[in-house]
């Protein structure tokens, strides 16, 4: 199959979950034997540099950029007000991605175009008159309850105001294109359910985050044993608004327990509020080079979300290489978890206290619960496996 992937942002290099889902598929689809090109945006949010991408990752995937200016612009978020039109889809909207778009599909023909996100979706139009090529959306999140979720944690009136403004122009859009697509591949069984309850009636698939199990190798030597850490990019608010308050509610109260623990910070883009931060036994350390490498040299991954959709790419990289994980219910949505078993659930300060006791008591079982966070990787999450589900579902688009 020829598959034309519009990405938001670089697939490369994957460091973090939105990009490494994107190259997971994009990769795992190439290796396979389908021909792939990708269409990047590269924006001030997020910027890749085309000349440090390798030459062979390329070749296989025929990435191109088009840069698109994303910085809110106060006059024009000023005029959405009274508009209908979603302010967080419109920024998407240029026409130089619109020219590069027309310019690919005139070059090539395409049995499937892959729509990396809904905010790539106003290009459907575009696409449906230059090619026949098939559009399915690869949905990571669903975008608007992020948002709803970061709305009802707002404490200031008016930023809650605005923010629910533009949550519920977000929302409309959604849903108003559900059934634009000729299908929508989720990346967890929660978000296609509620896709169907939304009056989606194109054909829908769950196709999960999934990683080459070859690529995770377990090791358990140099292992800082009294010590949590947390990583992921600080500019998704969701990660910033889980971590300020796990600093505010909840490390004091570790540390007045357990002294002897650090707690570790990594991720890009950390906010100047947090490299400023001085708080007892809690390291920021900013973006790590290895993440594999970062993991694998502490002992218990804290991932307090309280927003967000989709599935959590973190979560499974760390089980994936035998790491016991305390999240919230929100942050282990997607994953069919077993709690106490291959992950602990701790909703509120007293419970993640409770579970960061638990797991630093007992090596063994925190080694029982590394074990089976890994086997759950393996079986659900095996990236060869999803990709021969993706190219069935693709199939069965094309067959229609």
Known sequence: ?????????????????????????????????????????????????????????????????VYADLSIKPFQALKNLFSSKSYHVERFVTDPIKNKIIEILNAGDFDIVQLELLYMTPYIPVIKEYSNARIILRSHNIEHLIWERLTRQTKSPLKKFYLSHLTRKLKNYELSVLN??????????????????????VPLKHIPFGVAISDYEVTKTDVEPTSLFHLGAMNWPPNEEGIKWFLDEVW????????????????????????????????????????????????????????GSGIRIKIIEGMALGKTIISTTVGAEGLNYTNGKDILIADTADEFVRKVGKAIESHKFCEEMGANARLLIETHHNNKTIIKNLESFYHSILEK
């Not at 020829?2 to 490369?12: D, E």
């Open 252 to 307: 004091m109260k570790i540390h007045g327990k357990f002294p002897q623990l650090k707690f570790y910070l990594a991720g890009r883009m950390m906010p100047q509020w947090l490299l400023d931060l001085e708080m007892p036994s809690v390291e920021i350390l900013g973006e790590v080079d290895d993440a594999q490498e970062f993991i694998l040299s502490k002992a218990i991954m804290v991932v307090p979300l309280f927003s």
């Open 1 to 65: 199959m020829k598959i034309l992937f519009l990405c938001n942002k670089s697939p490369y290099p994957p460091k973090e979950g939105g990009p490494m889902a994107m190259n997971a598929i994009i990769s795992g689809l190439a290796e396979a034997g389908n021909q792939v090109k990708v269409l990047a945006l590269n924006t001030n949010k997020y910027f890749t540099r085309p000349e440090e991408i390798p030459a062979s990752y390329k070749k296989a995937t025929n990435i191109e950029f």
């Open 180 to 201: 634009d697509y000729d299908g929508i591949a989720t990346i967890s069984d929660k978000d296609a359910g509620f896709f169907l309850k939304n009056g989606c009636k």
